[in-house]
C-alpha cells in the first residue's frame, strides 16, 4: 500500500526513516496508523540472519512518530505555530509481548494521557495481528525549529 500523503506535511521523518505508512483513524486525542515491513528490509540481514526479527526500538520509533504525526494533528486543530517540532523527552514501561517478523503489519495506536504546556503524555500499544507485540507510555514536547 502507498504511505499517507498526508504524513509528509504533519512531520518531518523522511525515507528511509519514516515507520508510518498510513494513518487509519484519528479522533481527538487518539490516533490509529500502520507500518507494512517489508520481507527485504536491509536491517534482517544482520538481526537475526537465520530468524529475522524486527528491533524493539524500530517498533518503539513506529509509536514516537505515531506520536509526532498526533501532536501536529492536535496543533493544527489548536492553530498552533507550525514551526514546531515534537521530540521525545521520556520513555516509561516499554513492554515487549512479541517479536515481529518480516511482512507483517504494525498497527499502532496512540492516546494522550495529558498536556501541560507544550509537554504531551502518551500511551501506545503496537499490535500484530491483534495481538500486542508492544506497550509504551512516552513523553513529547514542541521545541521551535532551526
Same mark, same amino acid.
Given at each position: 500500500m502507498p504511505i499517507d500523503t498526508r504524513i509528509a506535511t504533519l512531520i518531518p521523518h523522511r525515507e528511509p526513516f519514516l515507520w508510518v505508512d498510513r494513518i487509519i483513524? $484519528?479522533?481527538?486525542? &487518539? @490516533? @490509529? &496508523? $500502520?507500518?507494512d515491513i517489508p520481507e527485504d528490509l536491509d536491517i534482517f540481514r544482520g538481526h537475526y540472519p537465520n530468524m529475522p526479527i524486527l528491533p524493539g526500538v524500530l517498533l518503539c520509533e513506529a509509536v514516537f512518530q505515531s506520536g509526532a504525526l498526533l501532536i501536529s494533528l492536535m496543533n493544527s486543530t489548536n492553530k498552533s505555530n507550525p514551526s514546531h517540532l515534537p521530540l521525545i523527552t521520556k520513555i516509561n514501561s516499554a513492554r515487549f509481548k512479541r517479536p515481529v517478523y518480516p511482512g507483517e503489519t504494525l498497527q499502532i495506536e496512540v492516546t494522550l494521557k495529558e498536556s501541560v504546556s507544550s509537554a504531551h503524555f502518551f500511551k501506545a500499544t503496537v499490535r500484530v495481528h491483534n495481538k500486542t507485540a508492544l506497550r509504551i507510555e512516552f513523553a513529547a514536547t514542541s521545541i521551535k525549529q532551526r
Open positions: 483513524s $484519528e479522533q481527538p486525542g &487518539t @490516533i @490509529i &496508523t $500502520e507500518k
